[in-house]
């Protein structure tokens, strides 16, 4: 969680980071988002947004963020756990929701906000060869951000962040011996 004097100024946003198992293991669900969005045009995202009034908490934009933009029904979302707030150089406080998908997802992109809809295997993004640092500059300074190389497409930014805190927290847990867990 941000400190409160972390968040003045911010406006608050949900992110889900949503999570579907396959034969092959589990995949991470991500957007490319359009070039007619205000801001991050082109990225890589997971499902989120800004909080609305009509949002009792956050956990309830981040499935509603999920149904406008790819269309999963927020019944068809088991809450997993929330990881740490982070703070975004687009000037929101986000909270990062973990979602497993109950039933086989049928994406329908909304054609403005979202350019495609893709999965990502969890065991690419621990594969060390698959991470990395992207350096990028904000406002005249210098800022670094880690990052995954999947394929032709580099996963940076806040998503790049969320994904990093994500594993931070599963990698030991895949690793550990069954006495250890």
Same mark, same amino acid.
């Given at each position: 969680m941000l400190p409160t004097a972390s968040r003045q100024g911010l406006r608050e946003g949900a992110v889900l980071l949503l999570l579907r198992a396959t034969p092959a293991g589990?995949?991470?669900v991500c957007t490319r988002r359009t070039d007619a969005v205000a801001t991050h045009k082109g990225q890589i995202a997971l499902p989120g947004g800004a909080r609305e009034p009509g949002d009792a908490t956050l956990w309830e934009t981040a499935l509603r963020e999920a149904r406008e933009e790819i269309g999963?029904?927020?019944a068809t979302v088991q809450y997993l756990g929330v990881l740490d707030d982070l703070a975004t150089t687009s000037g929101y406080a986000l909270t990062p929701f973990v979602g497993r998908l109950t039933s086989e997802p049928r994406y329908v992109p909304q054609?403005?906000?979202v350019a495609e809809v893709f999965e990502v295997a969890l065991a690419q993004l621990l594969d060390p060869a698959s991470q990395t640092?992207?350096?990028y500059q904000r406002g005249g300074v210098i800022l670094s951000s880690p990052?995954? =190389?999947? *394929?032709?497409r580099v996963i940076w930014g =806040?998503? *790049?962040r969320v994904l990093a805190g994500f594993l931070s927290v599963v990698s030991p847990l895949l690793v550990a011996?069954?006495?250890e867990r």
């Open positions: 589990y995949v991470i999963i029904a927020p054609p403005r906000e640092i992207v350096h990052a995954f =190389v999947v *394929g032709q =806040v998503t *790049g011996t069954p006495a």
